[in-house]
């Protein structure tokens, strides 16, 4: 059984529990406030982990650690600020809450099976710096605005990437409020297993 390492601050560690229900079938999950830079601590998440849920905002002290496991472990971001691990060319451009209908993605069929609804709390638009994956994107109707201006609509309002071993989303669907009565657990496990099918786990 691969391990599951959920990295949220300790006092948000409760809103992650129908995320843990979720995985625990197929996954051993653990929490953990910080990674740290300590080479022996390191070492232990490596050896220990296969996937890494990093839930938290990410300071640039985090980004020497996360670099080091993102070459051999599957790592999944709420990406909740502007880093250099991201992406992204410009400050997150705020959306809203919104559920999506899996029939309106742009990404591949594996994400999406048995998914139906897929709901996004405190969701932002990344506008992409460089060239990935589309893993979730707006419906028809879904806008970003800069100021009056439509500044993207539908589904060239991005919520998820992928590139390679890594996935970005710039919305809340791991919480406990955004897995409630959506398929978001369906989705993050239909990503989940394509991530492990396409990474050498070591």
């Known amino acids: 059984m691969l391990s599951v390492l959920v990295v949220a601050e300790d006092a948000e560690w409760?809103?992650?529990?129908?995320?843990?229900?979720?995985?625990m079938n197929?996954?051993?999950v653990d929490y953990t406030d910080k990674i740290t830079t300590d080479i022996a601590e390191l070492s232990k998440i490596e050896f220990s982990y296969e996937i890494i849920f990093f839930l938290k905002h990410l300071e640039m002290s985090d980004v020497p650690a996360i670099s080091r496991l993102a070459k051999s472990k599957i790592m999944v971001f709420h990406v909740?600020?502007?880093?250099?691990?991201?992406?992204?060319?410009?400050?997150?451009?705020?959306?809203?809450?919104?559920?999506?209908?899996?029939?309106?993605?742009?990404?591949?069929l594996e994400y999406f099976a048995g998914v139906d609804r897929i709901r996004l709390l405190d969701a932002h638009h990344m506008e992409?710096?460089?060239?990935?994956?589309?893993?979730?994107?707006?419906?028809?109707?879904?806008?970003?605005?800069l100021g009056d201006i439509t500044f993207r609509?539908?589904?060239?309002?991005?919520?998820?990437?992928?590139?390679?071993n890594m996935a970005w989303f710039s919305a809340d669907i791991f919480s406990n409020e955004a897995m409630k009565e959506s398929d978001n657990c369906r989705f993050i496990k239909n990503l989940l297993k394509?991530?492990?099918?396409?990474?050498?786990?070591?």
């Open 14 to 23: 409760h809103n992650y529990k129908e995320l843990e229900e979720c995985l």
């Open 153 to 164: 609509t539908g589904k060239n309002v991005i919520f998820g990437v992928r590139k390679d």
């Open 194 to 202: 394509e991530l492990v099918g396409s990474a050498e786990i070591y």
């Open 26 to 28: 197929d996954y051993h």
């Open 80 to 108: 909740k600020n502007r880093n250099v691990l991201v992406p992204i060319s410009e400050d997150l451009l705020p959306v809203g809450d919104l559920e999506l209908n899996a029939s309106a993605m742009r990404g591949r």
């Open 128 to 145: 992409l710096r460089e060239n990935c994956e589309i893993i979730l994107n707006g419906n028809r109707n879904t806008k970003v605005l």
